[in-house]
């Protein structure tokens, strides 16, 4: 816990000098209760930049190559990381997600699954939409609007939550509910650029 929020204070320190992002919308995260914060995905800084703009600390999945890096397998778990291998289904990695959730911790995703080399949001894969169907937390959509550049704007926008009532009584499927996720991204990027 001490190295969180030690590391977010200094990531902290290092966007605000380098590149003053705004923070728009932190009331719209819930103050207690899961919550799945979903967000697009454009660079390398997106984790600790969502975890520095957030008001709850943020568990998020990170691919599980990082955890065999000699380094980062000892700071990764102290920093709330948690892994998941990609391109398949991880089951270890859904449990410890829906753990998470139902202990009312804030867990982060990108539902892309990789980072868009455009920065156009692309399409969302399913495991964000099994999280919010199989679980009672609260869906927070989430985009990073703008430029890692100094002189350029960017922004991390909060959504406030999109209700999933519907959705779980009609029994969607993930990728439904993922697409749905995807919509609010896309239409907060798309209001704040």
Sequence with gaps: MMLYSFGKWLCGT?????????????????????????????????????GVASPRDVHFMAKAELFSVPVLKHILPKINAFPVKRGMSDKTALKTGMNLLKEGKVVGLFPEGTRSKTGEIGEGLAGAGFFALKSDAHIVPCAIVGEYQKGKKLKVVFGKPIDFTHFREQKASAKEAT?????????LKKEHE
């Design 179 to 187: 697409e749905l996720i995807m919509k609010h991204i896309a239409q």
């Design 14 to 50: 290092y966007f605000k000098g380098t590149y003053k992002p705004e923070i728009v919308g932190a009331e719209n995260m819930p103050k207690t209760g899961g919550v799945l914060l979903c967000t697009n995905h454009i660079h390398n800084y997106d984790p600790p930049l969502v």
